[in-house]
Each structure stands twice: as C-alpha cells, then as structure tokens.
C-alpha cells in the first residue's frame, strides 16, 4: 500500500484491511510523507518502509512487492478509495487461475469527467495494443502472482503509472488478466497527487512506450502505411498536375519503407525483452 501524507485515509482503511484478512501482511510504504502516516500504520500492525524522500507511486510499489512474503500481492491505494471487503473478489479469480486480478471502476467511481474520458481513452489504446478487452488500465487495485509481477519490476516507473505499464506487459507475456466490476468511495482528503494536464501526458506516453515493447508494429506499420499514402496521394497530384514524379513523392515512399523495417526490427528486440531467463 503506497501512502503520502495518507495518515487519514489509513486511519480508516487499515482497520477494514484487518477485519477482512487478519492473517495478511500488511506493508505500508511511507513515500515521503511529511505527517503522521508512519505511525498511523505502525499503530494499525502494519509493516512500514519509509523513504527519506518522495520517490514516486511506482518506486513505492516496486519497494513493496521486494519486501512481501507472499505468494499473492494485493495493491491497493491508502486514500480510503478501495474497500477490503473486495479483496476476496480478486482473490477468487487468481485461485480460479488468473495471474492478475484487476479491480475496474464504472464511470461512477472517475474522480471528474475529464478523468472517466481520459481512462476510456487509455482503455481503448490499450485494447487496440494488446487485442484484449481492458476495463480499467489506470486501477490501482489489483492482486497478482508475486513471482509473475516480480518479473517487470525493471519496466515499472518510479512515477505513475504502474497499473498501466504492469497491465500491458502480463499481456504481452500472455499471463491471464481479469477484471471484476468493483464500486470505489471518494478518496480520503482532498489533495490528489495527480495533476490531470501533466499525469494526463505522462500516462498518454507510458502507453506508447509500453507499446513499443509490447507490439511495435501496431504503432510502426499505421504510420508507414501513412507515409505510403501520402506519397501515392502527392504522386498523383504532380502526376495529374505537371505529368511527372517529384523528389517529395519519393523521400514519402523512402520514409514509409525506413519506418516500416524499424519496426520490424523493434519486433525482433521485443521478443527479446520478455524471454524468461531460466536458471
């Protein structure tokens, strides 16, 4: 559980955790916090790691799933957003087989509406990437198999976001995701550490960098086939127009070639990437 100055939301979550799964390892990693955050969760049993300084949601979860002990992690924010009454949700799916078990949010559970656009934009990115239906690429509430998470520990950002970038990558390595329809509360508090403009950006990105890994010609052979039509288009324009083949028609063909052989070389370094090193 990544937390930020989320002494409230602790407060209220940690104990609902407990009564849920008593047994379970609670792992609070303090991302910096300037407040009470620590000792709220150290009050409420909870195993802390601290950080001198803010590293970033996704370094938080990277330095969680090193220090847990199970066979299943489950991720969840500290903002009071996720109910632990849905834990067993998830966890029933990957007993039923799944490696990743994704809480997905209805519109009802976006923050705003530019927010609920946004993520059905990533979602349908996504879906496009990987040839899967995906529900809720930015969720953070998920469950998965420690050993298949671990393996992409390298491809996570230390910012946001990792839901996205670990979400695309089991695809890619055809571990089975599934996603259960949750209901979220409004968070805890009211300073969220997303900025809708920059985060926005930033996550629009770490689709197409994650695309690139996960199937680089569906990104390299559109925008070859873009150039090919637009130097057929100018060829029969000048053609029509002066009767003859331009310098500009050619340097759009030359370009559709050079993208399209990038992209198959990317393919072949991708392969690479996700073959599992054996002992």
Known sequence: ??????????????????????????????????????????????????????????????????????????????????????????????????????????????????????????????????????????SGFRAVRAERFREFLHLLPNGFSYPTTSTMAFFRSAYPVAYVQIDVARRVGTNSHIRPLRDGIRFLLIIFKIATLYSPLKLFAPTSAGFAALGLGHYAWTFWHYGRFTNMSALLWSAAVIVFLIGLISEQITSLTYVRERD
């Open 1 to 138: 559980m990544p937390a930020k100055n989320e002494s409230e939301g602790l407060a209220r979550t940690l104990p609902a955790l407990k009564q849920v799964l008593p047994e379970a390892e609670i792992i609070v990693v303090d991302d910096g916090s300037t407040d009470d955050t620590a000792a709220v969760a150290r009050d409420a049993g909870a195993r802390v790691l601290s950080s001198p300084y803010s590293m970033g949601n996704g370094a938080a979860i990277k330095r969680g799933a090193r220090a847990a002990g199970g066979e299943v992690i489950v991720f969840m924010d500290a903002d009071g957003q996720h109910d632990p009454a849905h834990i067993p949700l998830l966890l029933e799916r990957i007993r039923a087989g799944y490696d990743m078990a994704v809480g997905a949010r209805d519109g009802n559970g976006q923050a705003n509406l530019h927010r609920g656009l946004a993520n059905r934009l990533y979602n349908t990115l996504a879906s496009w990437m990987t040839g899967h239906r995906i529900l809720d690429l930015t």
